[in-house]
């Protein structure tokens, strides 16, 4: 079981010190939130820590189905440069958005923001496969203007192009999935946390009502062979949901 956190968690923090408790804890990966504060990263400084990589392309300010031109095309730019990152730092999978349909998009645009984003989504797998990078999609809360909450469309979409999900636990619970319909053979990376379903919360595990152990076994019946990233609040949160996998799994 490979297992790895997020430096969501530290995103306030410098980035080798989030990294160095990462390290600390004894968990084999960690991913790289590749935006601001973090958006320029030493790669010489990640290779001077034992540990292996994936990164988060950026989310904040970038929108890869923006019905505005300008807007998409420097989106697809940033998540292409996440790409490269990953190349370089040879990260076993890269993490992106869908998009969003901002207030006007979304009350009379929204089948044309769903073109924009499929049209994007296939450009940047193109990209990743060509440099051979595993490029994955992940499922959206349950949250206004947010695309691709339906974890079947999204499934859909990533068959069709021959490409992969990351499932986010606490995504499909707040939107109102179970634990079996959350399960999908294009699953190859994971984003862990707990909830209530009320609220995309990011709790440390066995903090909120999400059955984990339950998901867990389900995907490891199916084989599945990726990352599990524990993508919380703050480093507490990575020790208490480290420990509870440690005891749980």
Do not use: W
């Not at 490269?84 to 969003?100: F, R, S, T, W, Y």
């Amino acid at each position: 079981m490979k297992i790895g956190a997020s430096t969501l968690a530290g995103i306030e923090c410098n980035l080798e010190n989030i990294l160095e408790f990462i390290e600390s804890l004894g968990i084999e990966y960690a991913e790289i939130v590749h935006q601001y504060p973090h958006g320029n990263v030493d790669i010489e400084s990640l290779e001077s820590f034992n540990l292996k990589y994936t990164v988060h392309a950026p989310f904040m300010d970038v929108n890869i189905a923006a019905l505005q031109d300008k807007s998409r095309l420097n989106s697809i730019e940033q998540i292409k440069s996440s790409i490269d990152l990953a190349n370089k730092i040879d990260a076993e999978a890269v993490v992106v958005h869908p998009g969003l349909a901002t207030f006007l998009a979304n009350k009379y645009f929204l089948d044309r923001v769903y073109e924009l984003a499929n049209e994007s989504i296939e450009k940047i797998g193109d990209y990743g496969r060509n440099l051979g990078v595993l490029t994955t999609i992940e499922n959206m809360p349950a949250f206004d203007g947010m695309i691709y909450q339906d974890m079947n469309d999204l499934d859909e979409l990533l068959t069709s192009l021959d490409m992969y999900m990351t499932l986010d636990i606490g995504h499909a619970n707040h939107v109102g999935y179970t634990p079996d319909g959350m399960i999908f053979d294009s699953i190859k990376h994971i984003h862990m946390h707990d909830n209530f379903g009320d609220d995309d919360a990011h709790l440390a595990f066995g903090e909120g009502s999400i059955d984990l152990n339950d998901i867990v076994n389900r995907l490891e019946k199916k084989n599945y062979d990726g990352t599990y990233i524990i993508e919380v609040n703050d480093m507490d949160s990575i020790k208490k949901s480290y420990e509870y996998m440690k005891r749980n799994f």
